[in-house]
């Protein structure tokens, strides 16, 4: 039994070096990766300021019957949803 115990602290071990080892190739090949791409690659365009878009136009007047059949709905909508 103790010999089974060595044989699998032995293979943690071994697993744990080789998962970090991969991590720390890893890390240094996205460096690398990083470092070539900034040093190739075209240069991002410069994107011009962006401008202020014009507010739509509101209508001036509405019409009249327009306006109560707002205010009926604005009212039937208040009387079903109150709190």
């Known amino acids: 039994m103790n010999e089974l115990m060595s044989q699998a602290v032995e293979l943690m071990i071994a697993g744990m070096g ?3 080892a991969f991590l720390i190739i890893l ?5 690398l990766m990083s470092k ?3 040093r190739f690659a075209p240069p991002e365009p410069a ?3 962006k401008t202020p878009r014009a507010k739509p ?3 001036k007047s509405v019409d009249p019957d327009t306006a109560e059949a707002i205010k009926k709905a604005i009212a039937q909508y ?3 949803h109150k709190k």
Do not use: H, Q, S, Y
């Open 78 to 80: 208040r009387a079903r």
């Open 47 to 49: 994107t011009p300021a």
């Open 18 to 20: 080789f998962v970090f």
């Open 57 to 59: 136009k509101a209508l």
């Open 36 to 38: 070539l791409i900034g």
């Open 27 to 31: 890390v240094f090949a996205t460096l």
